[in-house]
């Protein structure tokens, strides 16, 4: 992972988002429209969300600077903090957000009022669409060469900050644009009630994006592109070898048992006996009268 060209593409994000959540509040607030409101608080979520990316990315620098012994299992250890600075935190703060858009729709709704300053309003939204798009194009461009033909959740686990930072901007695009119908149809049409459905569609699709997070995290910790074995590790990657630790109180018994059970597996390489004729081989069989004659020829 490119970990400074993806913080440049964090902190480009978050500054507009910053200069967005001023400049469409006020437009808000100038103009009356919800859908321009919900518009700001998703900005503003999106600028809450990629400082805590930020942070988490530094963080994760900060301690792969100061481990002694770096091991792969650390820098999973990382990944793993970098995704949930950039998953968790951001389903959070879309999941409050879309209440909250949804609240001022249905509130604008009861109370239908005719939108003012209603140029001010486009213009807005206009930079607001341009901002997004180039952070968009940013953040994907940044994935494209990270896990090229790779599903989403592969790209989503190797570049947890750049995937959200281009989910948020694409759901901003959709934002803006919903709003933009919202005020259009207010504006035109004088159906003060457009804002009101455009907010509360804003809202929506604030909590589509939080489920679809919540969903990527899900496969980041129970599918098969879990950080340990993207990095090619295993259970045993620091004891390859497993040998069960003798009971306490006798030390010896481990070795003891292990060496029983080597000679347990080992073939047996000792010949089979085989039976011997005569007398010898059955004391308890009568002689005959060959073998009695032998028997006194020998005495």
């Avoid at 608080?41 to 792969?64: K, T």
């Avoid at 957000?97 to 807005?124: E, F, M, R, S, T």
């Avoid at 790209?155 to 947890?160: H, S, V």
């Amino acid at each position: 992972m490119a970990a400074g060209n993806t913080a440049n593409v964090v902190i480009i994000a978050m500054s507009f988002n910053i200069a967005l959540t001023f400049a469409l509040f006020a437009t808000a607030a100038w103009s009356g429209s919800s859908a321009l409101l919900a518009t700001a608080i998703q900005c503003l979520i999106g600028a809450s969300s990629q400082a805590m990316v930020f942070y988490g990315l530094s963080h994760s620098a900060r301690n792969s600077t100061s481990a002694r012994h770096p091991s792969p299992r650390t820098a999973g250890t990382q990944a793993n903090e970098i995704s949930f600075w950039s998953f968790g935190v951001a389903v959070l703060l879309f999941s409050l957000g879309a209440g909250i858009a949804i609240y001022d729709g249905v509130a604008k709704l009861a109370d239908p009022l005719p939108n003012k300053y209603v140029h001010i309003a486009y213009a807005a939204l206009a930079a607001a669409f341009i901002a997004h798009a180039v952070t968009a194009r940013l953040a994907v461009k940044q994935l494209t060469p990270a896990v090229p033909r790779t599903t989403g959740t592969a790209r989503a686990a190797q570049e947890p900050a750049a995937s959200t930072v281009a989910i948020e901007s694409l759901a901003g695009l959709l934002g803006v644009m919903i709003a933009g119908a919202g005020i259009a149809i207010s504006d035109w049409l004088s159906v003060p009630m457009a804002d009101g459905y455009a907010a509360i569609a804003i809202g929506l699709l604030l909590g589509v994006v939080a489920a679809f997070m919540s969903l990527e995290i899900r496969n980041l910790l129970i599918g098969g592109t879990h950080v340990e074995t993207r990095l090619g590790l295993s259970a045993d990657t620091e004891s390859p070898f497993f040998i069960e630790d003798a009971p306490t109180g006798d030390p010896s018994r481990g070795a003891n048992s292990v060496a029983t059970s080597s000679a347990r597996s080992a073939p047996s390489t000792q010949a089979p006996s085989r039976p011997t004729s005569g007398p010898a081989s059955d004391p308890g069989r009568p002689l005959s009268r060959k073998e009695r004659k032998r028997h006194k020829g020998k005495r």
